[in-house]
């Protein structure tokens, strides 16, 4: 911070025929202070750039925060529904989805098996299912 005190600051000078003497002192200190005004104003533009750029990354990471969270909270919903299915209703899906073949091949990749890996509730499902 510049110190701004001066002669002519604290004690102001009654007579004015001093102030028309000493003009050229009082005219370097308005043009001191012109520049130092003028350097600070620079300071507080570049500063709202600064600010303007955090200001436009912090939206843009709250939006994308939000995304995330709407995306998470879908995907909750999502696995709600399907713990709320009766056993039932997962066996008639595992049934529907054994190949016509004979023998069931297991492989992890493809239905039925892959939908084991959807939950351990539909593991469990699947792994007491005779017909699997």
């Not at 510049?2 to 004690?11: A, C």
């Not at 909750?76 to 054994?98: D, G, M, S, Y």
């Not at 939908?115 to 499902?125: E, Q, S």
């Amino acid at each position: 911070m510049p110190d701004l005190e001066t002669l002519y600051s604290r004690f102001p000078p009654a007579n004015h025929s001093a102030i028309e003497l000493k003009d050229h002192g009082i005219s370097a200190i308005i043009t001191e202070r012109q520049q130092q005004l003028d350097g600070v104003l620079h300071e507080i533009t570049g500063l709202e750039t600064v600010m303007d750029t955090i200001n436009n990354i912090h939206r843009h990471l709250v939006e994308k925060k939000d995304k995330i969270v709407q995306s998470i909270n879908l995907h909750n919903k999502l696995t709600r529904a399907l713990w709320r299915l009766p056993t039932e209703v997962i066996c008639q899906i595992f049934v529907h989805r054994l190949p016509k073949r004979r023998h069931l091949w297991v492989i992890s990749k493809q239905a039925p098996m892959l939908l084991t890996r959807i939950c351990r509730r539909w593991r469990d499902v699947a792994m007491g299912l005779p017909s699997l």
